[in-house]
């Protein structure tokens, strides 16, 4: 069964300090994996994608890696801000008809 | 969120009444597609469009039914079949039908049905 599984499923930090979310996964075939960022209310926007071949892909104060052998993928956030307070989503494509979503992990940023 | 709208953002339905979402958008995609979000699950396909005059069923469709008449425009009914309507839905569209493209989402229109 595909399945993503996404820890912790929240988290509050202290503004300015780092963090790691987690995802992992049994889905196959394999094609990408997407990290989404939500806002309370708002639509899903993407952060990072890797394929099989990507270890690493950084966006700003945001670096994902992927290891395919372990099926594991992680979220680094980099000095947090208030403004990093959402709802982190981690999505793996399964081959051309199917994404398979985890449910997400809540992180809040406090001053 | 792109060049994709929702309207409105929130809705309010009594129950056994059908009501439509709106999804608009202007990315000149040519697929798109409706996902119901709720609270601890991951999101969950209920139609995509790869092409107008074309859907298919996701994973949840029951209670819903959609339209492709224009290339801009995916319209989601929520029906008075749909046992459990009250959720959060989400629109997006890609350049093709293809789930290993990226997806770009609207907002959102949250329903409650009472």
């Known amino acids: 069964k595909n399945q993503v599984e996404q820890s912790p499923q929240s988290l509050i930090i202290l503004e300015g300090k780092n963090c790691t979310l987690q995802c992992n996964y049994t889905v196959s075939p394999f094609s990408n994996l997407r990290w989404y960022k939500q806002d309370t209310g708002r639509g899903p926007v993407s952060l990072t994608i890797m394929t099989f071949s990507e270890n690493t892909k950084s966006n700003g104060r945001y670096t994902a890696t992927l290891d395919a052998d372990t099926k594991q993928s992680s979220l680094h956030i980099t000095a947090s801000q208030l403004s990093d307070s959402a709802s982190y989503i981690c999505v793996v494509s399964a081959g051309r008809n199917k994404l398979v979503f985890g449910a997400g992990t809540i992180l809040r940023v406090k001053s | 969120d792109g060049g994709i709208t929702q309207s409105p953002k929130y809705l309010f339905r009594k129950e056994g009444q059908n009501v439509t979402l709106s999804c608009e958008q202007n990315l000149n995609h040519d697929a798109m597609y409706w996902y119901r979000q709720d609270p601890g699950q991951g999101l969950r396909l209920i139609y995509y469009?790869?092409?107008?005059?074309?859907?298919q069923k996701g994973d949840i469709a029951e209670g819903y039914s959609v339209s492709r008449e224009k290339k801009e425009s995916f319209p989601l009914t929520v029906t008075s079949a749909q046992k459990n309507p009250t959720a959060f839905y989400l629109c997006a569209s890609s350049i093709v039908a293809d789930f290993s493209y990226e997806q770009y989402f609207g907002p959102g229109t949250r329903l409650t049905v009472t």
């Open positions: 469009s790869q092409i107008v005059n074309d859907f």
